[in-house]
């Protein structure tokens, strides 16, 4: 490879994925390095990324970003979790909720001493120990306070709905403002040095903006990772066959959850995402067991408000690039491979994807044992998500349509495979190498699609049996204590909306 120290970093692509890596390396690099990002205004983006997880107000921290600006500026509003209906059986519903249940003993976790007494039907459902869920199901919110460290209002853990045009505009005068040079066009051509390395791309206008580095986030056309180096797609459609989605916003309707709806549809689920000024709705679906029309059908007759545009039809494959990093090329977001939106990662790995390389930030040599370690945590953590992803759909008693009869019945990775069965046997859930999804992430979904552990952890039972029901009681009455002072979700949102004016 090319041993030209690097100087200049071109970003290819806008977007989320385009700004975020720009706002990002604008702010940690301090301009040591030159940032070129390059983009169409004919070439549109996906932008319908609008929930998110807890780690981004990490990113947001080490931007140095207000976040009662960043609320006004993308239109947010909160987030405490992802209400699923539907999706282990028809009728049901439950939340995987954001943060810490309970309060942890000796020994062994909360979860295992709720799970002893549930199995004994001595115990409510698990959302009863947790403020996230509670204040969701109330329709409350609140930032955590530092006021009340021993109470749960101290463990509220909290994500955005955002709207992701006005996210990118927000990153896009954010990195401008600290040097980064964006090049309005379209690349009609990759040139490449003899190594192989790619050395600049060329303009419709003739212009060659060349560099060192070069971050991939053109999307799903991957124009450099795939269409200039070949680096290859490993498909997952066999475990996840959804291919398609409409998207569509519409006026916003009614209160204003603190959480994203997830509903199962006979081949697929719906999105609701609720924002200060729209609902954001999408039906994801396999093209396999539906048709477009039908699914068209199904997101326009279960819209909550008037639709305020045409809807969007977005075709993918859900799968990864076998190289995340290859050369002198990093792709970042959609460029880098696809996974459906159902527990909201998208903007979590175009920030994962940022964080890792500055992990691994490289000389002029591009050292092949930096590029593999950096493809290695790659492959690991998107691994990890895939299989929490494939976790929904297989672990469900629904055999109600062609589409879930066979999620039901397929085969499973090996390593979700393991997942299950040592949560079958005593509820045990094992973290490995700080993958994304935590310990009780895993527990409440596998809970919350049906499926039941055969027996708690043995050391559960020694604490008795009325210590342990009062030591559940006395936090599920402490939490519900905490969600009645909460001020309702709209409230919030409206008095920081209103803070800027």
């Known amino acids: 490879m090319t041993q030209a120290p690097i100087k200049t970093i071109v970003i290819v692509g806008g977007g989320s994925a385009g700004w975020m890596a720009a706002a990002a390396l604008a702010r940690l690099l301090q301009n040591k390095y030159a940032i070129r990002l390059v983009e169409s205004d004919d070439i549109s983006t996906v932008g319908v990324g609008e929930s998110t997880i807890p780690m981004i107000r990490l990113f947001n921290s080490v931007l140095g970003i207000n976040e009662d600006e960043f609320v006004r500026e993308t239109r947010a509003t909160f987030k405490l979790g992802i209400e699923f209906e539907d999706w282990g059986r028809v009728g049901e519903r439950y939340m995987h909720g954001f943060g810490k249940f309970g309060q942890d003993l000796w ?24 403020i996230n869920r509670m204040a969701a199901k109330a329709g409350k919110f609140m930032r955590p306070s530092d006021e009340v460290r021993d109470s749960p209002l101290a463990d509220i853990v909290y994500a955005f709905h955002l709207d992701a045009g006005l996210y990118a505009r927000y990153l896009r005068k954010y990195a401008e403002a600290r040097g980064v040079v964006r090049t ?61 989605a409409w998207a569509v916003p519409c006026e916003l309707a009614g209160d204003l959850p603190p959480t994203t709806r ?38 326009m007759s279960g819209l909550d408000g008037k639709p305020l545009a045409e809807p969007k039809l977005l ?27 159902l527990e909201s990662t998208s903007i979590y790995l175009i920030q994962s994807t940022i964080s890792r390389l500055v992990s691994f930030f490289p000389d002029g ?4 044992a930096d590029i593999e370690e950096f493809n290695r945590q ?59 999804f935590t310990e009780i992430g895993w527990q409440q979904v596998l809970h919350g699609q049906g499926v039941r552990p055969r027996a708690a952890h043995p050391l559960a039972g020694m604490l008795g049996d009325k210590e342990l029901g009062d030591f559940l009681g006395n936090i599920e009455r402490v939490v519900g204590k905490c969600v009645e002072v909460m001020p309702t979700h709209k409230d919030f949102v409206g008095a920081v909306a209103r803070a800027g004016k």
């Open 107 to 130: 020994t062994v976790d909360f979860f295992q001493y709720w799970l002893r007494a549930h199995l004994a039907g001595q115990a409510p459902d698990l959302e009863r120990y947790s």
């Open 378 to 436: 790659s492959d690991f953590e998107v691994e990890r998500i895939r299989d929490f992803i494939i976790l929904h759909y297989h672990a469900t008693e629904r055999s109600d349509t062609p589409f879930w009869d066979h999620v039901r019945t397929m085969a499973i990775p090996e390593t979700l495979r393991r997942k299950m069965d040592l949560y079958g046997a005593h509820g045990r859930v094992v973290r490995e190498n700080n993958e994304l």
């Open 315 to 341: 075709r993918f494959t859900a799968g990864r690039r076998k190289k995340t990093w290859n050369r002198n090329v990093v792709a970042v977001g959609l460029s880098a491979g696809f996974l459906e939106p």
């Open 365 to 368: 040599g591009f050292d092949a």
């Open 262 to 299: 997830a509903s199962a549809r006979p081949a697929g689920w719906q999105w609701r995402i609720g924002l200060q000024h729209r609902t954001g709705n999408g039906h994801v679906y396999a093209s396999r067991f539906m048709s477009d029309d039908e699914a068209a059908h199904i997101l």
């Open 184 to 244: 309005e066009g379209k690349i009609v051509e990759v040139r490449r040095h003899a190594d192989g390395d790619v050395a600049a791309v060329v303009l419709e206008n003739g212009e060659a903006i060349g560099g060192e580095l070069f971050l991939d986030c053109s999307g799903f056309r991957g124009l450099l990772i795939e269409g200039a180096l070949q680096t290859g797609f490993e498909d997952w459609s066999h475990w996840l066959p959804c291919d398609r």
